[in-house]
């Protein structure tokens, strides 16, 4: 059973479009819900995470958005750059015997063409 | 500061014969998590260990096995290696894992069963 849903397996935009990668949940436990992000030869690194209290954060050009009461939540990447091209993961995560255990979606492949 | 470390990053292995892979965390950091990623799976969680004492565990068989040292490094061993073993495994270490979002996964080690 597929705890974190993960949509689209892959994406393809134009520099300076807008990507945006939805994930959905099923566990009303999770209370923590980051995205990382993933290049080729690298592990994965946090890139930017929200809080089921609030609906939507933003760091520079990644914005979450966050909706509770569909278990739903999505990464919105603003003017899209080549260099964000890699794969991206939503998690959801709880604690669990003390520490934060993630639960990761499928990934995505964001290719962003120049 | 130096950032995770993995030994060794590709490894070639027959089906039948086991392995060991090692993780060296972030000086300070006493939690150590696994992680298999696969193309069909993606990331699952294997196991974590904290202060040498493993703390929670993943959906996988007895032949994933792992421990920590003293000095917080880790290994995982996996026996009887099967075809589906082949995947990306990745280490990822916390200062304290009861904070969510403060694991940073190492490079990972690729191993190709034949």
């Known amino acids: 059973q597929q705890q974190v849903k993960q949509s689209p397996q892959s994406l393809i935009v134009q520099k300076g479009g807008i990507s945006i990668i939805n994930c959905a949940y099923e566990?009303?436990?999770?209370?923590?819900f980051p995205w990382y992000q993933q290049f080729p030869g690298k592990g994965p690194a946090l890139l930017i995470a929200?809080?089921?209290?609030?609906s939507e954060k933003k760091e520079g050009r990644f914005t979450i958005s966050f909706n509770k009461s569909a278990k739903q939540f999505s990464l919105h990447i603003m003017d899209s750059q080549p260099g964000d091209s890699a794969t991206y993961f939503c998690?959801?995560?709880?604690?669990?015997?003390?520490?934060?255990?993630?639960?990761f979606g499928r990934g995505t492949s964001l290719i962003v063409h120049p | 500061k130096a950032g995770v470390t993995q030994t060794p990053r590709y490894l070639i292995k027959t089906r039948g014969q086991q392995v060991t892979l090692s993780c060296s965390p972030i000086?300070?950091?006493?939690?150590v998590s696994w992680y298999q990623q696969t193309p069909g799976q993606g990331l699952q969680f294997l196991f974590e260990?904290?202060?040498?004492?493993?703390?929670n565990k993943g959906n996988f068989p007895g032949r994933f096995s792992g421990r920590q040292f003293s000095n917080s490094r880790s290994e995982m061993n996996v026996s009887t290696l099967e075809l589906g073993d082949s995947a990306l495994y990745l280490c990822?270490?916390?200062?304290?894992?009861?904070?969510?979002?403060?694991?940073?996964f190492g490079p990972g080690t690729r191993l190709t069963v034949t």
């Open positions: 990822a270490s916390s200062l304290d894992p009861g904070l969510a979002g403060e694991q940073y």
């Open positions: 566990n009303t436990a999770f209370d923590y």
């Open positions: 929200i809080r089921p209290d609030v």
């Open positions: 998690a959801a995560s709880m604690r669990t015997g003390g520490s934060y255990i993630p639960t």
């Open positions: 000086s300070g950091h006493r939690s």
């Open positions: 260990y904290f202060s040498e004492t493993q703390r």
